[in-house]
């Protein structure tokens, strides 16, 4: 569908807070109203994090699973009783392969994007009588976006001063083209990243002894960067 063939009715742009979970419900049913039905849900919010776990404030973590795991579910569960009753439908997660790996100053958002691939690996095993609603994970590396200018630190108040070169990144319409072919085609976990992180990703699937090797060698330069200020393509975040 060309965007010059569509008309004012076929779109509708509503305000969302992931974490008034209570708006959920509501925000869904507004959709529902205006198309009469929802096809595909791409959950697509959340913040990155840089900070050492030592130097961390608790509300840092309570606030990132609020957002990035506790939105993003609840969101699911209102979109997917209309799919459940249409028996029909997409339900599409940004994670990241930092959801498949571990790595330094990402401790709470590491978390938090294992738990969403636990979660919906485990829901697509409750949907089996519903063959064609589909859950898709989309796991990208390092995406030229403003994820870095807006991650969470070492407490609520602070944000970070130096976003660093995000020029070695997937410009970001590569990454959104492959996420619409994965999505086309129902692959139910797709990792989007150019080597060398795309590499890692296989090195934590496979051989994940080599890869933790790896990732201290890897994670102490970074935190070093990280203390002196520096952000570079080695330190970089994913």
């Given at each position: 569908l060309e965007i010059s063939s569509l008309s004012e009715n076929d779109i509708l742009v509503l305000r969302l807070?992931?974490?008034?979970?209570?708006?959920?419900?509501?925000?869904?049913?507004s959709v529902l109203k205006h198309f009469g039905k929802i096809d595909v849900l791409v959950n697509n919010g959340g913040r990155s994090q840089r900070s050492l776990f030592v130097d961390t404030n608790l509300d840092v973590y309570n606030a990132i699973i609020e957002l990035n795991y506790l939105g993003t579910i609840s969101l699911t569960k209102h979109v997917l009783n209309h799919m459940i009753q249409r028996k029909k439908g997409k339900i599409v997660t940004v994670s990241s392969v930092m959801g498949i790996m571990g790595a330094p100053l990402a401790t709470g958002y590491c978390a938090s994007k294992h738990a969403l691939q636990g979660f919906f690996n485990s829901l697509r095993t409750e949907l089996t009588d519903y063959p064609e609603i589909s859950i898709i994970q989309i796991c990208p590396g390092p995406v030229q976006s403003q994820i870095i200018q807006n991650v969470f630190t070492e407490n609520l108040a602070k944000s970070i001063e130096n976003s660093g070169d995000q020029s070695?990144?997937?410009?970001?319409?590569?990454?959104?083209?492959?996420?619409?072919?994965?999505?086309?085609?129902?692959?139910?976990?797709?990792?989007?990243?150019?080597?060398?992180?795309?590499?890692?990703?296989?090195?934590?699937?496979?051989?994940?002894?080599?890869?933790?090797?790896l990732m201290n060698r890897m994670g102490k330069r970074r935190i070093q960067n990280f203390k002196s200020g520096i952000v570079s393509v080695q330190s970089a975040p994913f």
């Amino acid at each position: 569908l060309e965007i010059s063939s569509l008309s004012e009715n076929d779109i509708l742009v509503l305000r969302l807070d992931l974490t008034d979970r209570s708006s959920h419900e509501a925000a869904t049913n507004s959709v529902l109203k205006h198309f009469g039905k929802i096809d595909v849900l791409v959950n697509n919010g959340g913040r990155s994090q840089r900070s050492l776990f030592v130097d961390t404030n608790l509300d840092v973590y309570n606030a990132i699973i609020e957002l990035n795991y506790l939105g993003t579910i609840s969101l699911t569960k209102h979109v997917l009783n209309h799919m459940i009753q249409r028996k029909k439908g997409k339900i599409v997660t940004v994670s990241s392969v930092m959801g498949i790996m571990g790595a330094p100053l990402a401790t709470g958002y590491c978390a938090s994007k294992h738990a969403l691939q636990g979660f919906f690996n485990s829901l697509r095993t409750e949907l089996t009588d519903y063959p064609e609603i589909s859950i898709i994970q989309i796991c990208p590396g390092p995406v030229q976006s403003q994820i870095i200018q807006n991650v969470f630190t070492e407490n609520l108040a602070k944000s970070i001063e130096n976003s660093g070169d995000q020029s070695h990144k997937m410009p970001t319409d590569r990454c959104a083209r492959l996420t619409l072919v994965s999505v086309a085609n129902d692959v139910k976990e797709a990792w989007i990243s150019d080597h060398p992180y795309l590499a890692v990703c296989y090195l934590w699937q496979y051989a994940p002894t080599w890869a933790w090797w790896l990732m201290n060698r890897m994670g102490k330069r970074r935190i070093q960067n990280f203390k002196s200020g520096i952000v570079s393509v080695q330190s970089a975040p994913f």
